[in-house]
């Protein structure tokens, strides 16, 4: 999915214009942004929660040349699912998924 795709979810949801979506995909983006920028941690609960890591400074190799090259430290973002996100992402494994010789039931919970 592209942010033209995201945006047109959002017109059709909420019966919006096309520039009334791309405002509001473009405010939640840049509230993720900023937030990031100034060090918070942001959850959004059954999602999932973005935060910065810090990466420390080190030395790395050219790969054409071999020839050594400072990197900086440096923060990175860093985005951790939500055990609900996990599950959603892997609903259907759970339910096709079967041991050899077993018959899966639908109503029996995932292993």
Known sequence: MTKSDLVSEVMQLGDLTRHDAETIVETVFDSVISALRSGDKIEIRGFGSFRTRQRNARIGRNP???????????????????????????????????????TARPDAPAQ
Do not use: M, Q, Y
Not at 81 to 101: C, F, I, M
């Open 64 to 102: 054409k040349t071999g020839v050594r090259v400072d990197v900086p430290a440096k923060r990175i973002p860093f985005f951790k699912p939500s055990k609900d996100l996990r599950d959603l992402v892997n609903a259907h494994e759970a339910k096709t998924t079967s041991l050899p010789g077993t």
